[in-house]
């Protein structure tokens, strides 16, 4: 059986003879693409070329959305370093020697005697 193959094709081949260069593959390939093929499947050219186009679209849109949540993100750690520094500039503010340092200049004083609690008696109490 393997003979038989190689004489078929060395019947194919051509003789030294002929001087006509070989175009089979070439022209094979050409004769794949060609007018009514590439109009029968336009619709589908069209389809990957608008598939291409909202990949593309979508690959921005990620890519932007990815820079706004690290801009975000930076915005928040320095809000967060704002608030630490606020709160603990108020709590030191709001002790009793600071804050009895900035009413000095309106000339209140701090107490030297404990103050003292007031009771009402009711009158229905008797």
């Not at 175009?23 to 589908?44: C, D, H, S, T």
């Not at 291409?52 to 949540?69: D, G, P, Q, V, W």
């Not at 000339?107 to 229905?124: A, D, F, T």
């Amino acid at each position: 059986m393997l003979q038989e193959e190689v004489i078929e094709t060395n019947q194919e081949e051509p003789t030294g003879t002929e001087s006509t260069p070989v175009k089979g593959p070439k022209r094979e390939w050409r004769l794949r693409i060609n007018y009514k093929a590439l109009v029968q499947n336009l619709p589908f050219i069209g389809f990957l070329a608008v598939l291409a186009l909202i990949y593309i679209a979508n690959s921005h849109l990620a890519e932007k959305k990815i820079r706004r949540i690290n801009q975000l993100g930076k915005e928040i750690k320095e809000l967060k370093w704002e608030y630490i520094n606020v709160k603990s500039e108020l709590m030191f503010r709001s002790k009793m020697s600071e804050v009895s340092k900035s009413v000095e200049q309106l000339g209140l004083k701090q107490l030297s005697s404990p103050p003292q609690k007031i009771v009402l008696k009711k009158e229905n109490e008797k």
